[in-house]
Structures are given as C-alpha cells and as structure tokens.
C-alpha cells in the first residue's frame, strides 16, 4: 500500500479501550452477553477435561439460543492431571 506524503501509516495492532468496547458492544440490542470461562493450564495438553476452575461473565437476560458461550483462559502453570 502507497502512502501520500503526510499520510499515517496504519497500525498492525488494534486494541480494545473500555470506552470503544462498550460503544460497540451496545451497538446490537440482541448481542449475548453470557460467557462460561473455563481456566487451564498453558501446559496442557487436553484443556478441554482438564480445566481447574469455571467462572460465568456477563448477562443471563442478555443471553442467545447458544448461550453461554465457551471461553478458555489460559494460565501459567503445569497442569498436575497431564503433566504437562
């Protein structure tokens, strides 16, 4: 991509401020507001058996047919089921 003179070259990184996610999260009425977190290891190698600890984010009344929705955060640590 050719850049004018006096032209700012696009940023590779994009970052989410609070205030910008809030403006587009209330964009749509309907948007699911409803995550189940699941907590895992980064040495694990079956996250999906093996998380440690659950955790629920956001709005049952905000919810959609499919929600909650599956998050996985990922933790340091080694995961004592796998030995990874």
Do not use: W
Not at 53 to 73: A, F, L, M, Q, W
């Amino acid at each position: 991509m050719a850049l004018r003179h006096g032209q700012a070259r696009p940023s590779r990184h994009f970052f989410f401020t609070p205030d910008l996610f809030h403006r587009l999260t209330s964009l749509s009425p309907n948007m699911c507001d409803f995550t189940k977190n699941y907590y895992i290891y980064t040495s694990c190698i079956d996250p999906g058996a093996h998380f440690f600890r659950t955790s629920v984010d956001g709005n049952r009344n905000r919810t959609c047919g499919k929600g909650p929705h599956e998050r996985y955060i990922v933790v340091p640590g080694h995961c004592p089921l796998c030995g990874g």
